[in-house]
């Protein structure tokens, strides 16, 4: 016996907000909403191997950097193509001590919460 993944839960204030941006970065789309937030995934729904994403209204503003954070890579241009259409859609450079030679970019979504983009899964490795 084992367990999936099935969703992520993102603490926010404003899950309309956040699932206008998440769903434009994922190409995601809103799969139900209630008064405590809103649940975003692969337009094919439920089910599959992708976890959704709960967007859960809370009432205290984030304070402190996220335990567990998001990863994404482009799937269908470079890393500094995607790197520009992120920052387009809001996010924000985030400093997390990183060193500045990393290959990825610490970004924050709108409400502040950490994510890295990697490069793409098409590009070669550098060496």
Known sequence: MSCRLS???LNCADPEALSRF?????????????????E????????????TIILS??????????????????????QDAELERLLA?????????????ESWHVLQDPEGNEFCLLRSRLEPLAG
Do not use: M
Not at 23 to 36: F, R, S
Not at 57 to 75: G, I
């Open 7 to 9: 969703e992520l839960v």
């Open 22 to 38: 998440w769903c434009a970065v994922l190409d995601y789309v809103e799969l139900g909403k209630d008064e405590d937030g809103i």
């Open 40 to 51: 975003i995934g692969p337009a094919s729904g439920f089910g599959g191997a992708t976890p």
């Open 57 to 78: 209204r809370v009432p205290h503003a984030k304070t402190q950097p996220l335990r567990l954070h998001l990863d994404v890579n482009p799937v269908d241009r470079d």
């Open 89 to 101: 859609l809001g996010a924000r450079p985030a400093d997390v001590g990183q060193t500045g030679d």
